[in-house]
């Protein structure tokens, strides 16, 4: 499958701890998101990196980070997790900032 | 500040009735507009952007920037159709990150 990937699918975890998401873009995308899915709040923008660096940040609370590696692979950090953390996460890669993008299937975490 | 709105949840149609997903946006200067289709056990999927002014699937959208809406319209709806519509915006500052509305459950009856 040379879509985008995200591991694990599904994360289920404590309150206070810190989990790590990770996203493979499609081969030759340079650009990727990060999006948050919650039943309130809907799919919100965190973060995007183009090709390592960060471009634009978005509602992303600063007990999260992310970073690009220079395979362009990206992980999201979320730390000192919180019951509202619980949430669908989605990497979406695309070729460069303003060309179609392009959804992994998402990582479910539950935070209990 | 740059927002989009659609105002259902929840649409019901039966087969073979028109269709139309409401999205209005609210942003100061040129928005690139789009529709993605969310359907059961798939991922998010671009389904038309205004720019091309395409129809996909046989749905059409046409912005509308005096009353700063993008409404989704099918003149035919099929069960196939049934699935999540959100509507997103990327604004023409931004570094290509799309704001999405909440979404509307699109179910097609037989």
């Known amino acids: 499958d040379s879509g985008v990937t995200q591991t694990p699918k599904h994360l289920i975890t404590a309150t206070g701890q810190r989990v790590t998401l990770r996203c493979s873009p499609r081969s030759g995308d340079l650009s990727v998101y990060w999006y948050q899915q919650s039943l309130d709040q809907g799919l919100q923008f965190l973060i995007q990196y183009y090709n390592g660096e960060e471009r634009a940040k978005g509602n992303i609370l600063e007990r999260f980070s992310a970073q690009q590696f220079p395979d362009l692979h990206s992980e999201l950090n979320l730390s000192s997790l919180e019951l509202g953390d619980s949430a669908l996460y989605f990497c979406a890669s695309s070729l460069g900032p303003y060309n179609e993008q392009f959804f992994g299937p998402g990582t479910r975490l539950t935070v209990l | 500040a740059q927002r989009v709105t659609q105002p259902e949840k929840l649409l019901s149609v039966f087969k073979g009735a028109p269709v139309e997903l409401k999205c209005n946006y609210s942003y100061s200067g040129s928005p690139e507009l789009f529709w993605y289709v969310q359907y059961s056990r798939q991922r998010l999927q671009l389904l038309l952007r205004?720019?091309s002014r395409e129809s996909i699937k046989g749905f059409t959208a046409d912005l509308n920037k005096g009353e700063t809406s993008f409404h989704l319209k099918k003149p035919f709806a099929q069960e196939e159709d049934s699935a999540m519509y959100y509507c997103a915006l990327r604004g023409g500052g931004s570094q290509g990150n799309l704001i999405f509305g909440k979404g509307t459950k699109l179910s097609v009856k037989p």
């Open positions: 205004h720019i």
